[in-house]
């Protein structure tokens, strides 16, 4: 099976601007969670989906956002980047959620200068 | 406040020892817990997870130890390999909910 996959894998922004990224899950896997990790924070969650609702959220302002496609894809959006939001954002997908084991992509690389 | 906590920023141990990862939480609504581990420019990678009605879970060189009333779970890999060297996350979860709260992160270097 082909593991999970995000694009881009590097991106350059600048503040102000709007960024999309994408996940896809592997096969078969119905739900998708979003991590930011920085340095000084480590790895945080955003959001998770499950049949393309949102069904957890962690404590990011309003201007993260996702959603989820019905083929289990899922895009992360964020508006008005911060020089803040500079980190390596995660994607995870898992069977059923609950305490299923999650299995992570690569990460895209955000830079916001 | 962090729920879940790795104290030891970094660990190095010789080829062929144990190397024992040690992670701590506070919130007793937790009843799964997992370990991954991070090599550079990659996404985490699971290793072994453990639910809370058991206090051991062993996948070849890899155990996980958790001890309920203490709030603290171990990793233990035996024996150390070079492969090994990364950084390894203990995480845990409610039952149910799908977030993962993750530890600070350990930096494990293997020795030769």
């Known amino acids: 099976k082909a593991g999970v996959t995000q694009t881009p894998r590097y991106l350059i922004k600048t503040r102000g601007q709007q960024v999309t990224l994408s996940c896809s899950p592997i096969?078969?896997?119905?739900?998708v969670s979003w991590y930011q990790q920085t340095p000084g924070q480590g790895l945080q969650f955003l959001f998770e989906?499950?049949?393309?609702?949102?069904?957890n959220k962690g404590n990011f302002p309003g201007r993260f956002s996702g959603r989820q496609f019905s083929n289990s894809r899922s895009e992360m959006n964020v508006s008005t980047l911060e020089l803040g939001d500079s980190a390596l954002y995660l994607c995870?997908?898992?069977?059923?959620?609950?305490?299923?084991?999650?299995?992570f992509g690569p990460g895209t690389r955000l830079t916001v200068l | 406040d962090q729920q879940v906590k790795q104290n030891s920023p970094s660990l190095s141990v010789q080829e062929g020892r144990i190397s024992i990862l040690n992670c701590d939480y506070t919130n007793s609504m937790f009843d799964y817990f997992l370990w991954y581990k991070k090599y550079p420019a990659e996404g985490p990678t699971f290793l072994i997870s453990i639910s809370s009605i058991k206090d051991k879970n062993e996948d070849g060189r890899f155990t996980v130890f958790l001890n309920k009333s203490a709030k603290h779970l171990s990793l233990h890999i035996v024996p150390s390999q070079p492969g090994d060297s990364a950084v390894y996350f203990c995480a845990a979860s409610r039952e149910g909910a799908q977030k993962l709260v993750f530890g600070q992160g350990t930096r494990l270097t293997i020795n030769p």
């Open positions: 096969s078969g896997h119905r739900s």
């Open positions: 989906y499950f049949s393309e609702t949102q069904r």
């Open positions: 995870a997908s898992s069977f059923a959620g609950g305490g299923n084991e999650q299995f």
